[in-house]
């Protein structure tokens, strides 16, 4: 059998050695029976579990998993209409709906949700950035680890609503104050999945890129992390949920605009069918950008397998 060094040089000049090198990594690679995003074996068992869903038409898959929310709202509408709790305490679903219409047409509520996405997405894309480069570093250097994991790991500790007070000290209430709330928030996730992963990624793979004269980094971006993808796309859905999470402690305590304003301003006002109108929007928004996860994991798994 030919080694990999030598099969990089019989197939050609320097003008094609990148891509015969390339071409051959991926060929090496598959005949030990891995691909570019893991094991063939965990791979196959991914596909079998996705082929699952994909048996039936989308509309389908649609309509299955909207049962249990609309079994909800049935329930919801049940009690709500049977007097057994208050209505000032359980709004009906209509009268939610309509206190979300009234929000829209003064133009007071999609401002909010405008404003509240901007946040999320602004602080979780530079927290997810700054966890996928920290996660890396401490993940392929035991010395970064050693140094850095137990200070990283005590900070992670500390409760969403602790880092309020001293943000407001240092920033001041404006949007960098709030953005970077949720950049925290976004951090640790993306950081910790990551980090762990790196450290359990299959050596063949590794040792097979080095014999190719990878260098660090382009074993990092070509092997190590399609390694881990479904990890890293675990840590990413973690980090948005964390997103939201720190998005409303920042909002409820000092804020004139935003979803976590519209919780706030309706408990003060006794308007509980607005705060079901904010807990709902909040809910239907973490489901949307969470979708979008999905379907980076789809590309990013089409990308490297």
Not at 110 to 119: L, M
Not at 120 to 144: H, Y
Not at 225 to 235: C, E, K, N, Q
Request: net charge positive; glycine share 10%.
């Amino acid at each position: 059998m030919t080694s990999p060094r030598e099969d990089s040089v019989e197939r050609g000049d320097g003008s094609t050695e990148t891509g015969s090198r390339s071409a051959s990594l991926l060929q090496f690679a598959s005949s030990y029976g891995y691909s570019a995003a893991g094991s063939a074996p965990s791979l196959r068992g991914g596909a079998a579990r996705a082929g699952l869903g994909r048996d039936r038409p989308g509309w389908v898959n649609a309509l299955i998993g909207a049962i249990v929310p609309v079994l909800l709202l049935v329930i919801w509408q049940a009690v709500a209409s049977s007097g057994v709790i208050p209505t000032y305490r359980l709004p009906t679903p209509l009268s939610v709906w309509q206190a979300a219409i009234d929000l829209s047409n003064r133009g007071l509520l999609w401002p909010d949700v405008e404003i509240s996405t901007q946040r999320v997405l602004l602080g979780f894309l530079f927290g997810s950035v700054l966890g996928l480069i920290a996660g890396s570093i401490i993940g392929l250097s035991r010395w970064a680890g050693l140094l850095f994991s137990p200070t990283i790991g005590g900070f992670r500790a500390v409760p969403s609503l602790a880092w309020v007070p001293l943000l407001i000290l240092y920033l001041g209430i404006n949007e960098d104050q709030k953005v970077l709330l949720i950049v925290i928030g976004a951090f640790f996730p993306v950081y910790t999945t990551v980090s762990g992963a790196l450290r359990h990624v299959d050596p063949h793979l590794v040792e097979v890129g080095r014999a190719f004269g990878r260098s660090r980094l382009n074993l990092l971006l070509t092997v190590q992390l399609p390694a881990i993808v479904p990890t890293v796309v675990s840590g990413l859905r973690l980090a948005l949920a964390q997103s939201w999470l720190f998005l409303v402690a920042a909002e409820l305590i000092n804020s004139s605009i935003g979803l976590g304003f519209l919780l706030k301003d309706s408990q003060d006002n006794g308007r509980i069918d607005r705060l079901f109108v904010a807990i709902v929007l909040l809910a239907v928004l973490g489901k949307l950008t969470d979708a979008l996860i999905g379907l980076l994991e789809r590309y990013l798994l089409r990308r490297w397998t």
